[in-house]
């Protein structure tokens, strides 16, 4: 992000707080919020538009239709899972989990809220909404099976490299072939491929392997199945880049992401654990930022 200011980084160090505390303590998290009165529980998420209110006021843009929007959005994600725990206590899955799925999805990837926020400080934009999400399926919702834990372990990388090993030659003979990769040689400093190694986990694949593999992968697989969840859920995650790195509909990218969703989908799904589908996924994107 430019733009970088102590407001700035305060207001970020802010965003990740909700993300590590549900990463490090989710179920005593989720179970001190159970003792509050339901109409605190709903009502607690409106609390998510200080970053907006902080970054738009010191950035002089601010708007009270943003204002509305992100105090109320939050709200009705905690009530409208609030009751999708009552009519699905089984957890296989309620019109209303699909529905919060899908604004969540089209918002970031058709970036409808970018324009509420500065250029260079619209991943806060992105942040801000996996807080909502964090808050409402595992606080709320109390979905279990999502693997959102980062107390990392050694399954985690040997399951996440694993993956990697297995996807690296289908992507280099097809990534090449359709002209999508262009290896170019580049050895940076330890210092700067580790912090980028950081960056992308923190920025890039948590949130996204969060939502297609914590969420949309595995209420799928109680309505259709593992293969089939495994199958549709990287179909999605593929489609969710068509507007990545071109102005139209990119098919190369679409279909190289949606292979690499499936091996991502078989890290996740192994144990059930985000950080293993999450290192995967960064090593890609971390080996494509230096060599490709």
Not at 110 to 127: C, E
Not at 168 to 173: E, G, Q, S
Not at 218 to 228: D, H, I, K, S, T
Request: charged letters at 15%; hydrophobic letters at 60%.
């Amino acid at each position: 992000m430019s733009n970088v200011t102590p407001v700035v980084i305060a207001v970020l160090l802010a965003e990740l707080v909700p993300a590590a505390a549900f990463g490090f303590s989710s179920e005593r998290v989720a179970l001190v919020i159970a003792r509050w009165p339901l109409a605190v529980r709903v009502a607690l998420p409106a609390l998510l538009v200080a970053p907006y209110v902080v970054i738009a006021a010191t950035q002089h843009m601010f708007r009270w239709q943003w204002f509305a929007l992100y105090a109320a959005l939050p709200v009705v994600m905690a009530w409208l899972l609030s009751r999708a725990a009552l009519a699905d206590p089984d957890q296989r899955g309620n019109w209303r989990d699909a529905l919060i799925l899908i604004t969540l999805g089209l918002a970031v990837d058709l970036r409808w809220f970018d324009v509420a926020w500065p250029s260079g400080l619209r991943g806060l934009n992105n942040l801000l909404l996996v807080d909502a999400g964090l808050y409402g399926f595992l606080a709320i919702r109390r979905l279990d099976g999502t693997g959102f834990d980062f107390h990392l372990r050694w399954s985690d990388w040997k399951t996440g490299l694993r993956e990697l090993v297995y996807f690296a030659p289908v992507v280099l003979v097809l990534g090449l072939a359709l002209g999508f990769l262009h290896p170019h040689f580049n050895l940076p400093a330890v210092g700067k491929a580790a912090l980028t190694w950081a960056v992308i986990f923190v920025f890039v694949a948590v949130p996204e392997e969060l939502f297609f593999r914590a969420w949309v992968q595995n209420l799928l697989e109680r309505r259709v199945g593992r293969r089939a969840a495994l199958l549709i859920a990287s179909v999605l995650f593929g489609l969710s880049h068509f507007n990545k790195r071109s102005p139209s509909f990119n098919w190369r990218y679409v279909m190289l992401a949606t292979i690499a969703g499936i091996f991502y989908g078989r890290a996740w799904r192994e144990n059930r654990r985000v950080p293993a589908s999450t290192i995967t996924h960064t090593c890609v994107d971390w080996l494509w930022s230096w060599w490709f």
